[in-house]
């Protein structure tokens, strides 16, 4: 089904170990957003892409990378885990080609740093 | 500043009750306006989108909304919740393109039988 892809569903991290969480989407989406859920938080935007090659940060960027090699791939990179990163990670998508676009979630990766 | 309150942190209702979830958000333009909707363990759904027009629009699963320019609301509503209706709603305001969006931080939706 088309859609957005992340993986790994569920991971537990020690402090100071790295990792990525993938996401990709085959819908030939251009906006890419990655996005972390804390309990009574809502949902906080830690990086986005308009485009391959292209990333900007959003309002809690700290502490992770992105790149943007393909239109279809946004890997969010975490080099130093903390245990404030303990969270439920979204990556989702737009198409970005015109207006009232509606974002497309993926399933969640659930990341826990012991 | 840019922002989306949902007051209610959790609401319980009874099954066949009518459900009204109150949103209220501060936005510098003309905003574009969305309700999704989260079950346990899953990703968001949108349940319905207001971008201009006529402002009570309607979404998926019988929910309702309304925009109130006047009161910078966008309350969701239901005539009866079913029990299927149990999770958690979030609120959501940004830009045409969806760029930036604001999210609230949610209602959890407790419906008794």
């Known amino acids: 089904n088309a859609g957005v892809t992340q993986t790994p569903k569920f991971r537990i991290l020690k402090i100071g170990q790295s990792m990525t969480l993938q996401c990709t989407q085959d819908?030939?989406?251009?906006?890419m957003y990655w996005y972390r859920q804390d309990p009574g938080m809502g949902l906080k935007l830690i990086y986005y892409?308009?485009?391959?090659?292209?990333?900007d940060k959003g309002e809690v960027p700290n502490g992770y990378n992105v790149s943007r090699s393909t239109t279809e791939d946004f890997p969010l990179r975490l080099e130093l885990a903390a245990p404030s990163q303990t969270s439920v990670y979204f990556c989702?998508?737009?198409?970005?080609?015109?207006?009232?676009?509606?974002?497309?979630f993926g399933a969640g990766s659930r990341l826990t740093v012991l | 500043a840019q922002s989306v309150t949902q007051p209610d942190i959790h609401i319980t209702v009874s099954e066949g009750a009518s459900l009204e979830l109150r949103c209220n958000y501060s936005?510098?333009?003309?905003?574009?306006l969305f309700w999704y909707v989260q079950s346990p363990g899953q990703g968001l759904q949108l349940l319905l989108k207001y971008f201009s027009g006529d402002t009570l629009v309607q979404g998926i699963k019988g929910f309702e909304a309304e925009f109130k320019r006047s009161q910078s609301s966008f309350n969701l509503r239901k005539p009866s919740v079913h029990w299927s209706d149990a999770a958690e709603y979030f609120c959501a305001v940004g830009a045409p393109l969806g760029d930036k969006l604001i999210f609230g931080t949610g209602t959890r939706l407790q419906v008794f039988p």
């Open positions: 936005y510098g333009a003309t905003p574009y």
């Open positions: 819908m030939n989406h251009n906006y």
């Open positions: 989702a998508s737009i198409p970005g080609s015109s207006g009232a676009n509606v974002l497309t």
């Open positions: 892409s308009v485009g391959a090659g292209i990333t």
